[in-house]
């Protein structure tokens, strides 16, 4: 099967987002991955719910919005009015990670949980069979552009072998530092979505990017 691509509207020129989600509308993307960072959960600001209606009312991609906040319940409900199409909240920010993805759930969206680099892919053995997406984090949250952490590769694994043995339907999501020496290693190891952003908007051409990760 061929890998979803998640381009990450952050590494886009903000100055010009029309122009950049007509250019995702455009090319092979499949979904458009929003990253809303609170500055508490972690140590950066990104943009919040006007600016993801706004990318919304362009884009012909569903979204991918990826909550780095704390408290995330509190804004399930406006996030999904804003357009989300799957939510993906923290493992580590949810106390009642159970009852949080129900909650995605009952506003129609697909429930993603997203695990930190420190945190163990057996901590979601009792939530795997729940959850429509499990984002691996490659990177630690909160910028973009930084290197992909080669222990990823593993734990894509260990994850994968998860979700067969409990017979779940969650695809596997990878989020920080993907790029085109990375991504068929991951293929490899389990992953169904990449996310890519500095790498597809840093390129000359995003959109030729963006296929070349599609068509691994
Ligand atoms: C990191 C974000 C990522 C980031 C990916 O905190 O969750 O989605 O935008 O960007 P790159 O591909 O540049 O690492
Ligand atoms: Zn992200």
Redesign the pocket.
Known sequence: MSLLISP?I??ADFANLQQEVEMLNSSQADYI?V?IMDGVF?PNISFGLPVTKAIHNHAKKPLDV?L?IINPNQYLEAFRKAGAEIISVHYEACTHLHRTIQAIRSLGAKAGVAINPHTPVSLLEDTIEDVDVVCVMS?N??????QFIENTYAKVSKLKELILKKGSSARIEI????NLTNAPKLKDAGADIL?????VFSSSDSIQTIEALKNL
Request: charged fraction near 10%; charge should be negative.
């Open positions: 990450s952050l590494a991955h990253d972690v990826h780095m990177v949250p909160g910028f973009g552009g930084q989020d920080g530092g993907v996310v890519a952003g500095s790498f």
